[in-house]
């Protein structure tokens, strides 16, 4: 165990527990001792290190939930340790990596191969998201018990919407069993076939294959119908557009179990930013209209959407250095997530609390983790973080393997000053 750690002075912010204040903490072996809702600690022994915060804000450390790495099968892209290292730096302590990797991560000896590397690495806490079907194909179920028991936080196809009702109907049956969320990308398959961004003026200007907003709709309408009727748990994985929003609130006001996300890049650019063929802003689900970025936004704002991801999503540099609508979709967030999100705060758009909560409590009581809070025994997985110091984000200074970052050149406030997990300092400036 690392020696004993001491936050003072620093401005507690924890949406766990409402408290937005100034705070001291103290860490021993690994979990959080104590916490004080005052500015200054007494009574330290002598063993203990104390970091004078300065003002600064401490808050959860970030759970990513929705993290893609090449490990296994395509490291060039990046790897668990790279992935790792970046979330360090970008104040994520816990990342749940998907499992469309080489071989894909549809039984439990997948797993068990990812939670020991991670422990091996001993960086962040790395949880695996279990595919929904073997191979991530969408015809027969995975092996979902047996990887729920191995380690897996929920199920997931990833990228791939499930385009057989019945063979997403059984997912969430079995799922519901073992109470395993499953988190399913609504996007009709045949409407976004070939498509590189979202229909409209924008698009057919630009004269790329482009996919109607409305096929996230559709998709969505269809999940959940079969989430009502199973009473399966379903994550809405990334909703992009105002029209799948209002599906959404329709099923939240009946008492489904639904939980939505939405990534930092929907929140932070529309399809206009696409500019001159800007590959490292080809997502997929594409980036939307502004009218929809403004209705994810107030979602956010609301509660409708609980919880923001990265989608972090490496590609180098030979997969987005090609005409638009042949480069990989994806862009790398782990390292910019944080500095990305405060920008809603700086802006007046949203709450600080709200905006913490998105990546903290809300993630952790969606799959059952005891990180993401600041109280007397939970772990102590902590960030630093200078509110308003200036940052430029420079994609080749990333730590990610891979550069795809459609914030490159973008100026943000929020600066990662300390990232500590389970008590261990991991990130410091």
Known sequence: MSRPLAFTNARLVDPA?????????IV???????????????????????????????????????????????????????????????????????????????????????????????????????????????????EIGLMHEAGCLYVTDADRPIVDSKVFQRVLMYAKAFDTPVAHRPADPWLSAGAAATSGEFAARMGLPSVPAIAEKIMLERDLALAELTGAKLIVDQVTTAAALESLKRAKDRGLAVTATTSINHLSFNEIDIGDYRTFCKLDPPLRSEQDRQAVIDAVASGLIEVVVSAHAPAPAEDKRLPYDEAAPGAVGLQTLLAALLAFHHDGQIPLMDLIRTVTSAPAKLLGLPAGRIAKGAPADLVLCDLNAPVVIDADRLVSKSKNSPFDGRRLQGKVLRTVVDGRTVYKV
Request: proline share 7%; charged share 20%.
């Open 17 to 25: 527990s409402g408290y937005d204040g100034p705070g001291s903490v």
């Open 28 to 142: 021993t072996e690994g979990v959080i001792a104590d916490v004080v809702q005052a500015p200054t600690l007494g009574g330290l022994s002598a063993d203990v290190e104390v970091v004078d915060a300065g003002g600064a804000l401490l808050i959860p450390g970030l759970i990513d939930i929705r993290v893609k790495t090449g490990e296994p099968g395509a490291e060039p892209k990046e790897t668990l340790k790279s992935a790792a290292q970046a979330a360090a730096a970008g104040g994520v302590t816990t990342m749940v990596v998907q499992p469309d990797t080489h071989p894909v991560m549809d039984e439990p000896a997948v797993v068990d191969f990812i939670l020991r590397r991670a422990r091996d690495i001993e960086l962040v806490n790395v949880y695996p998201a279990g595919a929904a079907t073997k191979g991530a194909q969408g015809q027969r179920m995975a």
